[in-house]
C-alpha cells in the first residue's frame, strides 16, 4: 500500500511539474516569444494594441520607456525614454497619438506616433495609472491612484480641464460607449464610480459587494457589463451595468492585476501575479465559469488581447527566477 501510494504520488507531481511547464494549456497555447531593449528583471505595466497601424504599446514601468511593437513581425518600432514610471498607456488614433501615466515623476506624457517620441509632459497628481479615452468627447481620463483623483485631458489641446477628487485611491477606468459613462473603480472603498463625460461631474457610485480592492477593469459594453479584479481578497467580480449591482464573484490565482476582454471569444483574461493567467467564459451575460489558471511565469502583472487575431500578450520579467525582458505570445485554443 505504501508503495502505491507513493508511486501515485510520483505521478501526481510529474503531473503537476508537466503542467507548470507545459507551453499550452487548456485555453492557450505559447507561439512565440521575442527579447525586449530591457534592462531585464524590471516590471512591465499596461499594454495596449493599436488597431490602424498594428502596434502594440508595452509600458516598461521600472525601466522608464514605453517600446512600439509591430504586431505583423513582432519587431521591435521604437523605444521612447522619457516615460519615467510608465503605468498607463492609452491611444488616441484619430491624432496618431498615445497617453502615458508617469508614476516616476508625475506626469502624463504625450507620444507622437509619427515622430516616436514625447512631444508634451502635463503635470498631474500622484501616482498616474491606468487611463481610458473617451473619443466623441475627446478626453482622456487618467487615474491619478496616490492623488485619489481623476485627471481629464483635452487631447486638443493636450491640458488638464477638469481633475475630480475622490475619498479613495483610484483604480483603472474604462469608457463605455454605449452608455457614454466613465467608470472608475474607488478601490479603498470597494466602489464603482461613473462619470458623466459630458459635464464631467460625478453620476453615481455604487458598492461592489464581496470584491475587495476593486483595481482592475474592462468592460463589455454590448452587454452591459464590467469585469473587475478584485486585489484584495483574488476574485473576478461581474457587475450590471443596467442594475449597478455585481451579480458573480469567481476565484482568480493569487495577484490578479490587469483584465481584459476579448468579445470575440466571450473570454475574460486576468494576469495574476502569483504565476497565472486566470480564464473564465461568458456562457451568456449573467452565466460564467472558470475555464482554468493558466500557468506562466511569477510577476506576470499585465496582458493584452488582439481582438482580431484573439492572440494574447503578456511580457515577462523573470523566467524560472532568472532576469528577462521579453514579450511572451499565446494564440486562445478555442472549444476547451
Given amino acids: 500500500m505504501q508503495k502505491r501510494i507513493l508511486i501515485a504520488g510520483f505521478i501526481a507531481l510529474s503531473g503537476a511539474m508537466a503542467l507548470a511547464a507545459s507551453p499550452g494549456g487548456l485555453t492557450l497555447k505559447k507561439v512565440a516569444e521575442f527579447d525586449l531593449p530591457g534592462p531585464p528583471g524590471k516590471r512591465f505595466d499596461y499594454l495596449t494594441i493599436t488597431p490602424d497601424d498594428h502596434y502594440l504599446l508595452s509600458a516598461h514601468l521600472a525601466a522608464g520607456q514605453t517600446y512600439v511593437i509591430d504586431l505583423r513581425t513582432n519587431k521591435i518600432v521604437a523605444t521612447v525614454t522619457d516615460t519615467p514610471g510608465a503605468e498607463g498607456v492609452e491611444y488616441v488614433p484619430e491624432l496618431k497619438k498615445a497617453y502615458t501615466s508617469n508614476a516616476g515623476d508625475n506626469t502624463i506624457g504625450v507620444l507622437d506616433l509619427r515622430q516616436m517620441r514625447v512631444v508634451k509632459k502635463i503635470p498631474t497628481e500622484a501616482k498616474p495609472d491606468g487611463s481610458a479615452y473617451a473619443a466623441p468627447f475627446h478626453k482622456l481620463y487618467v487615474s491619478d491612484e496616490r492623488g485619489k483623483a481623476e485627471a481629464i485631458v483635452d487631447v486638443r489641446t493636450d491640458n488638464i480641464v477638469k481633475t475630480l477628487h475622490f475619498d479613495s485611491e483610484t483604480g483603472m477606468p474604462q469608457y463605455d460607449p454605449v452608455a457614454q459613462r466613465v467608470y472608475v473603480n474607488l478601490q479603498d472603498k470597494?466602489?464603482?464610480?461613473?462619470?458623466?463625460?459630458?459635464?464631467?461631474?460625478?453620476?453615481?457610485?455604487?458598492?461592489?459587494?464581496?470584491?475587495?480592492?476593486?483595481?482592475?477593469?474592462?468592460?463589455?459594453?454590448?452587454?452591459?457589463?464590467?469585469?473587475?479584479?478584485?486585489?484584495?481578497?483574488?476574485?473576478m467580480t461581474v457587475f450590471n451595468l443596467d442594475t449597478h449591482q455585481p451579480i458573480a464573484f469567481l476565484p482568480v490565482a493569487g495577484g490578479p492585476d490587469v483584465i481584459k476582454f476579448d468579445s470575440g471569444l466571450r473570454r475574460i483574461y486576468v494576469a495574476c501575479s502569483s504565476g497565472a493567467i486566470s480564464v473564465f467564459q461568458m456562457d451568456d451575460p449573467d452565466h460564467?465559469?472558470?475555464?482554468?489558471?493558466?500557468?506562466?511565469?511569477?510577476?506576470?502583472?499585465?496582458?493584452?488581447?488582439?481582438p482580431d487575431t484573439h492572440r494574447v500578450y503578456a511580457p515577462e520579467q523573470e523566467a524560472d527566477g532568472k532576469a528577462v525582458a521579453r514579450m511572451v505570445v499565446y494564440d486562445a485554443v478555442i472549444n476547451p
Fill in 288 to 306: 460564467y465559469r472558470k475555464l482554468e489558471d493558466f500557468p506562466v511565469q511569477k510577476k506576470v502583472h499585465t496582458l493584452a488581447v488582439d
Fill in 190 to 235: 470597494n466602489i464603482f464610480a461613473v462619470i458623466d463625460p459630458a459635464t464631467d461631474e460625478v453620476a453615481g457610485r455604487y458598492p461592489v459587494g464581496r470584491c475587495a480592492g476593486n483595481h482592475g477593469m474592462t468592460l463589455d459594453p454590448e452587454h452591459h457589463r464590467a469585469f473587475l479584479a478584485c486585489e484584495g481578497n483574488d476574485l
